[in-house]
């Protein structure tokens, strides 16, 4: 028999009900239609939903079933067939509006040809950032998803889910208001997963709003605080998670090891007040991904590995405000550090970085000390006596040819 914890999860909050609509959809339908207007999918069928301010609000469904096409109804990249959607309290095609939204697509439609901090610096123009804070938000960013060592290759050579962290980051980069995520995780191992819902806490927390679009529940119960389950492009059921999920019938009694005789005491007192049989006793579980996590960290302190690390903490400016950080963020940091602990490293002065290339002034001394001895050069001539004479020279030159000419 399926059972509910008592205990609250640490990933649900309770935004007030009264805080800021920042998205409404009222009546909201979409239907697509063949060469000849005739009506051929209604994806999303009067669908009604508010997203207020700093909640994690969650789009749920199979595949088909409508998420990325309210998604994109949302930003604007499609008219809707009927209803009303208000963004900040204006139209999605609102052009300050979209100066506040950072959206994370299902695909990631990179540039293949920049490298990673191109990217993120192309993006952060788009927002009219300056050449010093697009630099110094670069540079963040890439520490965040753990690209820091590749930043000089090419996103077209990135696998899926590199170019999903490249692209998490420029969805950042303009410190949005409203990010909107469309399968996040997609291509991303456990440890990427996980880092992505840290940070997605770490934006709620500071007073963002995500509207998460996924298939995988699990990455959705860690973080939504509401949810909307679509199937036919119709809302199905939705509400606060933690309600949605609860069975009032059953209750889970978590102590520690009870010797045999008082557990015995226990289970007829409950048999006796209950009247029932359906008890069950069990040890409790651990979830998957906090194992996999421990598991990890001790393989970390023991062995080396040539794959993907894990990214440092979230970058600063997303930060700025944030309440106390998330218990898995220790871990992360943990695998973020080498084996060995590294000398103190003196701080530079913030500049923007270039890319890493070879310094030519440091190549040519260490050419000048492999060379051998060579003999003491000739005294440098005066060039103003050798052009002196250079013109004495072509003046004689000039007067002989005119005399033989005469």
């Not at 901090?117 to 050449?131: A, M, Q, V, Y």
């Not at 409950?270 to 990890?296: C, G, K, M, W």
């Not at 440092?312 to 084996?339: H, N, S």
Request: glycine share 6%; charged share 25%.
């Amino acid at each position: 028999m399926p059972v509910a914890e008592l205990k609250p999860r640490s990933a649900t909050r309770d935004p007030q009900s009264n805080a800021e609509v920042v998205v409404s959809v009222r009546g909201l339908t979409k239907v697509f239609k063949d060469f000849w207007n005739r009506p051929k999918a209604r994806a999303v069928d009067n669908v009604d939903f508010d997203v207020r301010r700093g909640e994690v609000f969650g789009l749920l469904g199979p595949n088909g079933s409508g998420k990325s096409t309210t998604v994109k109804l949302l930003l604007g990249l499609l008219y809707p067939t009927r209803g009303h959607i208000q963004v900040f309290g204006h139209s999605p095609r609102h052009v300050q509006t979209k100066a506040r939204i950072g959206y994370l697509p299902e695909e990631s439609y990179l540039y293949r040809y920049l490298d990673s901090r191109e990217t993120l610096d192309f993006f952060g123009n788009l927002f009219h950032l300056g050449k010093g804070e697009r630099a110094n938000r670069a540079e963040q960013l890439l520490e965040m998803v753990g690209l820091n060592q590749v930043r000089t290759r090419a996103v077209g050579e990135f696998s899926k889910g590199m170019q999903r962290r490249i692209g998490l980051a420029q969805a950042l980069i303009n410190d949005p208001d409203l990010v909107i995520l469309d399968e996040p995780t997609s291509g991303l191992d456990p440890i990427g997963c996980r880092e992505v819902k840290d940070l997605i806490l770490a934006l709620a927390r500071r007073g963002k709003t995500v509207v998460l679009s996924s298939h995988l529940l699990a990455d959705v119960e860690d973080v939504c605080d509401r949810v909307v389950i679509y199937y036919g492009g119709r809302i199905q059921a939705a509400g606060a998670l933690r309600e949605l999920l609860a069975e009032p019938d059953t209750l889970r009694i978590t102590t520690p090891v009870l010797p045999r005789p008082t557990l015995e005491r226990v289970l007829e007192i409950i048999h006796h007040d209950a009247a029932t049989d359906q008890v069950r006793v069990d040890n409790p579980t651990q979830n998957l991904e906090s194992y996999f996590l421990e598991v990890v960290e001790k393989a970390r302190e023991a062995h080396e590995t040539s794959g993907a690390i894990s990214g440092a903490r979230v970058a600063e400016y997303l930060r700025a405000g944030a309440e106390e950080k998330p218990p898995t963020e220790k871990i992360l940091e943990r695998l973020a550090l080498p084996q060995t602990a590294r000398p103190p490293v003196e701080p530079k002065p913030s500049a923007p970085a270039a890319s890493p290339r070879v310094d030519e002034k440091r190549l040519e001394a260490l050419a000048k000390a492999a060379a051998p001895a060579a003999p003491p050069a000739a005294p440098a001539p005066d060039v103003e006596q050798e052009t002196a004479a250079g013109l004495s020279k072509a003046d004689e030159k000039l007067s002989s040819l005119l005399g033989n000419k005469k």
